[in-house]
């Protein structure tokens, strides 16, 4: 079974997912970056999204909001889960990912720019590798 996403928007003010959501790194991802969930993992999603979609469409109660906060954490900390375990399992990639940026590093060095810019920082090689500052970083 396919889940077929509408399209809801959910505002977090004064909850308590609201001061931590920050936490979630990959929202900053480009769309290449995405987590490779496999069937299990695809499974927990679908499972979520269906639970927040059936408490968004019905009656609101004293209870109803806090629900949808508490499951929307949870989906994130699976998302989280899911996305750092990606990394303990790519080693291949992982190895021409450092292959690059070691290529990129010498080639940094062997130029003018540390002189022009200084110290590079993240977003420099990232972007060289096609990468935002963030997945990169991680």
Known sequence: M???AKGYGLLLCRTPLTDKIWQYRFFSYKVNEVSHLGDTGYEVVIN??????TEVESP?????DL????????????CLRFYDCQFSTRKVFDR???MYFEYFLNDYFQSELPQKLGLFCVAY?????????NYFGD
Do not use: C, G, P
């Not at 979520?48 to 979609?53: A, D, F, L, P, S």
């Open 67 to 78: 629900i949808i906060v508490s499951l929307l954490e949870l989906l994130l900390n699976y």
């Open 48 to 53: 979520y999204m269906t639970k927040i979609r």
């Open 60 to 64: 609101s109660d004293l209870h109803r």
């Open 96 to 98: 021409d990912i450092f």
């Open 2 to 4: 396919r889940f077929q």
């Open 125 to 133: 090689f990232a972007e060289k590798l096609h990468f935002s500052a």
